[in-house]
């Protein structure tokens, strides 16, 4: 079984500053894990993805995220924030027969002028 | 490149009544699920599909719900008769053989009244 963690369900930045958002997760298979950012009334989009390559993964919009075995973390940063940024964003992992994704509860990040 | 195709986006209906919600995966995806999504939940699967066949029906919350995939490009997710605690989004997704990220649809928000 596998399962995420997303510490903070509200994370307010300035813009301009470093975006970290952050995952935990579970599971008793290597795991890939997955980024996805999702706008007011739209679907998921991806984000980033670790699927046991580099441990420092670089996604879209210029956000990165490190896979760290130790602390079975996979944060997600952004070194300076944009309004535009302004989103949903969840965490998954996938585990089971098909490598389903199970998802976090989400950080809902506000970029403040 | 059409993405995962959703109808219909909004659907209100009254309690008791059928609802059908409709999905095109991206052709050439091998895998197909359903989730939804809640405030209280956050994001749940429902029910996926590996070419065309039903895998995993376990997150499908009771027998008023029902989802087919009659071929490889239309899958359809049914709810008969409908309650207000079904109201919530409902995503589609897809997968391309041997991958892991999945790609969602833009998603259908119904409202039971």
């Known amino acids: 079984a596998q399962s995420v963690t997303q510490l903070g369900s509200h994370v307010s930045v300035s813009e301009g500053a470093l975006v970290l958002l952050r995952c935990n997760y579970s599971s008793s298979v290597p795991p890939y894990l997955f980024w996805y950012v999702q706008y007011p009334n739209q679907g998921l989009q991806l984000l980033l993805k670790?699927?046991?390559?580099?441990?420092l993964v670089k996604g879209i919009n210029g956000f990165e995220a490190e896979f760290k075995k130790s602390e079975t973390s996979f944060h997600l940063t952004k070194p300076s924030a944009h309004m535009s940024d302004a989103a949903e964003y969840f965490c998954?992992?996938?585990?089971?027969?098909?490598?389903?994704?199970?998802f976090g509860s989400g950080t809902q990040l506000t970029v403040l002028p | 490149d059409a993405g995962v195709i959703q109808s219909p986006r909004h659907e209100v209906t009254e309690m008791g009544q059928e609802v059908t919600l409709r999905c095109k995966p991206i052709?050439?995806?091998?895998?197909l699920f359903w989730y939804r999504q809640t405030m209280m939940r956050g994001l749940e699967l429902l029910i996926y599909f590996n070419n065309n066949v039903p895998i995993d029906d376990s997150g499908m919350p009771e027998d008023r719900f029902s989802a087919k995939m009659p071929n490889a490009s239309f899958s359809t997710l049914k709810i008969q008769p409908s309650e207000p605690r079904d109201s919530a989004v409902y995503f589609c997704?897809?997968?391309?053989?041997?991958?892991?990220?999945?790609?969602f649809g833009e998603g259908s928000r119904l409202t039971v009244l």
């Open positions: 998954a992992v996938s585990g089971g027969s098909a490598r389903q994704l199970t």
């Open positions: 997704a897809s997968r391309a053989p041997g991958a892991g990220e999945l790609f």
């Open positions: 052709s050439g995806h091998d895998y």
């Open positions: 670790y699927t046991s390559a580099a441990t």
